[in-house]
């Protein structure tokens, strides 16, 4: 614990005693009318705004204005049925006497309950559970001699995007923050057509070959016959699977990371996974590696914290990333290469074609070469988020695909699975998928065809004068043009021998952790092994893990009961990887990987400001500002919502209760001085048990005057690095914001794990 003897809230003067305090108004605190807070334009958990482009009209964009085309605005309007027939009583159906039966006729009741009989859709088939948001792409400075990609040349044109980020196994209804992989889907509406590229949080997939999907996915999804669990893989059918495919592992250990759990969509990495090729307008091709690397940093939840928020706030991420957005918190990511040229294609000690292997930054370095910038929120979930359709296929020219077998697979796929979820063949119409340039074919009619085509719907034909036509003569340059590349073979069945090695990867990215990291691997493996109810499940699993670490495979054995035999503790250990036994960037929390791959940030964090009547309010209102000068957001909790009254008299106005706000909602915890305030906290466990859980899930906790005697009382360990005690209001924040700068107080986690609750 850290101590300041500077005092100064003996000293307060009681003044105009009516006065509210907002803490996100401008507001004024009794004679400090100097201390104005500017407050945030929308912090979270503020009423809500009405949505989309109403709210900000100053952000927009092209692929916005053309949505905004499709809008539907009533205000002033009449009520009408679909055929624009006016309703003057949308209150009582029509009937035989005020008694009597319903009629047939009455077309107005008909057509709603028809139409509501249909709103459902099939949910998608993985990723079911999402939440999108618009925002542009800028490239830094033109990729010309890697690719003739026309959104990728110039600094200056903001490409739209649509973003969607999902889970994979829950269903529609699941909870965010669930352990599982997050898809990350990205729709960039280019003047050159649609590119998607549909990527995940990890790096490498848990399969090689296409043809395995359906498996891996029966697999993880609850099991058949009670279809438990939801949202999760702590099941037997996952890890029967994945003790029998090897393949899986790596994956496996990314999952069972603190990249399964993360702290939000803005603070992940993302990767497209696949090698894709990059082709310049001399037609050089080089073989390439999507990232996203978030400007907000990397971080992740606890796996206890998790499990909780999955209960208070099941939809934590998406409302996080919608706050976010409405308060101007833009999420931010840099869009990063590997590149590798084609006469590289082979100096790895694994395949590049293959998915279930990344390419360590250490030897090929991510050039961060454009910025995605998130601000927008959407309009309608169902119009937008739940009808947009990615496709790996939509590659604009100047992108192509490699031969990696599971790339190979996808783009039939995605294209296949709209036809029944959007119900036909035409979804391409639907305004979120439409892309920005103009598309004309002779694909004709199909369910909900919208547009009219031509008199002549063939080629060649001479009745439309041959239109469209084929590029050239056709106006663009042409699309869908392949890198040339020789291929001879005969047709086979085989998987590539450069494709066999399943374990050094997983070593590697073991190897690269922390300790602390290291042990939630153990606790992620324990935990769904312990969920698995057959034995020999556990140990195949078990026995795997032998391959890849003898640490790791005694920690996680201990765990789970299962004894390991002196024939497996003598299993070869796999090579490093190309020399390489540590590659820093594979660790969140390590002091490389922070400084290699992320731009730190604390803007947007959310601190609890822990009050009762009787706290002393200067220091509140001095701690939000110190908090918003940084981009953090606080928010008072009281016993009750409402006004609590200050140390000053003065009426300070509550964002919410302790009991519907618990600790695992925020990053930090302050308790301001205040005699009588501290006294009532004391005897209230909701707010104690918001400390307690502060300190378990390691978060600065800051404290103030005579909030130490609650600490006290609390008999939390200290000191403590992560418990901040000062009594000036700016130096309390500084200090606690300086602990949040590190995410967690991971110094505290032994000690942490000993104390209930
Ligand atoms: Fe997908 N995947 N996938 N997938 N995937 C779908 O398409 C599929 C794979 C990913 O927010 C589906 O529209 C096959 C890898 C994301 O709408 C479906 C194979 C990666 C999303 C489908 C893969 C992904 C999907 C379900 C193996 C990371 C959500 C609904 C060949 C690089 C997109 C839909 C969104 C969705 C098939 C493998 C990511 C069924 C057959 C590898 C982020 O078409």
Redesign the pocket.
């Known amino acids: 614990m850290k101590e300041d003897t500077h005092h100064e809230s003996g000293n307060h003067k009681k003044s105009e005693p009516d006065k509210t305090v907002s803490s996100h108004r401008h507001a004024e605190i009794g004679q400090e009318a100097s201390l104005k807070l500017s407050g945030s334009t929308h912090p979270p958990g503020a009423a809500p705004m009405s949505p989309g482009i109403e709210k900000s009209p100053e952000i927009s964009n092209d692929k916005l204005r053309q949505l905004e085309k499709s809008k539907d605005v009533p205000a002033g309007e009449a009520l009408t049925t679909n055929q624009g027939i006016k309703i003057a009583d949308n209150q009582n159906s029509l009937s035989v006497g005020e008694r009597g039966a319903i009629l047939l006729e009455d077309f107005m009741l008909r057509e709603k309950i028809t139409h509501f009989d249909h709103e459902r859709i099939p949910e998608?088939?993985?990723?079911a559970r999402?939440a999108a948001v618009h925002g542009f792409f800028q490239v830094y400075k033109p990729l010309t001699h890697l690719t003739k990609a026309g959104f990728l040349q110039q600094p200056d044109i903001e490409t739209p995007v649509f973003v969607?980020f999902?889970t994979v196994q829950g269903s529609r209804g699941s909870a965010d923050t669930v352990r599982d992989i997050r898809?990350?889907?990205t729709k960039f509406y280019t003047h050159e057509g649609n590119f998607d590229l549909?990527?995940?949080n990890t790096p490498v997939?848990f399969i090689q070959d296409?043809i395995k999907?359906p498996d891996l996915v029966h697999a993880v999804k609850p099991e058949p016959h009670n279809e438990i669990p939801q949202g999760q893989s702590a099941h037997d059918t996952f890890w029967d699977f994945v003790s029998l495919q090897p393949e899986t592992l790596h994956n496996v250990m990314w999952a069972m990371s603190d990249r399964g759990i993360p702290r939000s969509y803005r603070m992940m990495e993302g990767f497209?996974?696949?090698t894709f090729k990059m082709i310049n307008a001399e037609g050089q091709c080089h073989f390439v590696r999507f990232h996203w690397k978030p400007l907000y940093g990397v971080a992740s939840l606890l796996w206890d914290e998790a499990q909780l928020i999955t209960g208070r706030d099941p939809d934590f991420h998406r409302r996080e990333l919608w706050e976010a957005i409405e308060a101007g918190d833009y999420p931010e990511y840099e869009l990063g290469l590997q590149i590798i040229p084609m006469q590289d294609e082979h100096r790895f000690d694994f395949d590049i074609l293959e998915?279930t292997k990344l390419i360590p930054e250490s030897l090929v370095p991510v050039q961060r070469v454009g910025k995605m910038t998130l601000n927008r929120n959407p309009d309608n979930y169902f119009c937008e988020t739940e009808q947009?359709?990615?496709c790996p296929a939509n590659l604009v020219p100047g992108l192509d695909f490699s031969d990696d077998p599971?790339l190979q697979?996808?783009p039939f796929?995605?294209l296949d699975?709209?036809i029944s979820?959007l119900g036909g063949p035409n979804f391409h119409e639907i305004p979120i998928n439409k892309p920005l340039c103009p598309f004309h074919n002779h694909q004709r009619d199909g369910q909900h065809r919208m547009s009219v085509s031509g008199a002549a719907n063939y080629e060649p034909n001479s009745i439309d004068n041959n239109w469209p036509r084929e590029t050239p003569p056709g106006a663009r340059e042409g699309g869908g043009s392949t890198f040339k590349q020789p291929v001879n073979g005969e047709k086979i069945r085989q998987r590539s021998g450069s494709f066999s090695d399943h374990y050094s990867q997983p070593r590697l990215f073991w190897l690269s952790q922390t300790d602390y990291e290291q042990a939630h691997i153990v606790d992620g493996f324990s935990f769904e092994l312990g969920k698995v109810q057959r034995p020999w499940i556990r140990k195949r699993v078990v026995d795997q893990l032998c391959y890849i670490d003898k640490d790791l495979a005694k920690r996680v054995a201990q765990q789970v009961g299962i004894s390991i035999s002196p024939a497996q503790l003598a299993y070869p250990l796999p090579n490093p990887v190309n020399g390489l036994t540590v590659e820093p960037s594979l660790s969140i929390y390590g002091e490389n990987a922070r400084e290699v791959a992320v731009d730190y940030r604390i803007k947007s964090r959310q601190v609890a400001l822990l009050v009762a009547d009787g706290v002393c309010g200067e220091a509140v209102i001095r701690m939000i500002r110190r908090l918003e000068q940084q981009g953090v957001h606080a928010k008072i909790l009281a016993p009750s919502v409402g006004e609590i009254t200050t140390l000053q008299g003065l009426n300070l106005e509550v964002n919410d209760s302790f009991e519907g706000n618990t600790s695992v909602l925020f990053d930090a915890a302050i308790v301001p001085t205040g005699k009588e305030s501290v006294a009532t906290l004391m005897q209230n466990g909701a707010a104690k048990y918001f400390l307690i859980q502060s300190f378990k899930h390691l978060k600065g906790i800051g404290l103030q005057g005579e909030a130490s005697a609650l600490y006290s009382a609390l008999s939390l360990p200290a000191p403590d690095e992560g418990v901040i005690v000062n009594n000036t209001p700016q130096h309390l924040v500084d200090e606690l914001t300086a602990v949040m700068k590190q995410h967690r107080v991971w110094s505290r986690e032994k000690v942490a794990a000993t104390i209930a609750g």
């Open positions: 998608r088939v993985v990723h999402g969607r999902s898809g990350w889907a549909v990527g995940n997939f296409a999907f497209g996974i696949h998915p947009v359709a990615f599971l697979g996808r796929s995605y699975t709209q979820r």
